[in-house]
Nanobody
Framework: QVQLVESGGGLVQAGGSLRLSCAASGRTFSSYAMGWFRQAPGKAREFVAAISRSGGYTYYADSVKGRFTISRDNAKNTVYLQMNSLKPEDTAVYYC???????????????????WGQGTQVTVSS
């Protein structure tokens, strides 16, 4: 089992940037594919980005493509989400997730992920 802890959220103005971090416990971090999801008040959970075990494959939601970058450092047991050109509609609680499969065709589906962090709040003001 892996435990995930997100950090780096906060309040920023539109057009600003934030970098979220997700620290994982254990020695098997490299065996998990990772993803970021977000959920705004009153809205459904939304896929943001995914990355393969080695970091060689990434996939993004159309709404964030070109603005957000997912990366990982397996030596540090950490996955990152660099968020640039933030918009008010990016406001949400952001969750880090891990799964034991590495199928790029299912990385956007929340039910394929086994472990979830507690979430970190991102608020973008206009």
């Amino acid at each position: 089992q892996v435990q995930l802890v997100e950090s780096g959220g906060g309040l920023v103005q539109a057009g600003g940037s934030l970098r979220l971090s997700c620290a994982a416990s254990g020695r098997t971090f490299s065996s998990y594919a990772m993803g970021w999801f977000r959920q705004a008040p009153g809205k459904a959970r939304e896929f943001v980005a995914a990355i393969s075990r080695s970091g060689g494959y990434t996939y993004y939601a159309d709404s964030v493509k070109g603005r957000f970058t997912i990366s990982r450092d397996n030596a540090k047991n950490t996955v990152y989400l660099q968020m640039n050109s933030l918009k008010p509609e990016d406001t949400a609680v952001y969750y880090c997730a891990a799964r034991g499969v590495d199928d790029p065709n299912s990385g956007s589906y929340y039910w394929t992920y086994d472990y979830w962090g507690q979430g970190t709040q991102v608020t973008v003001s206009s």
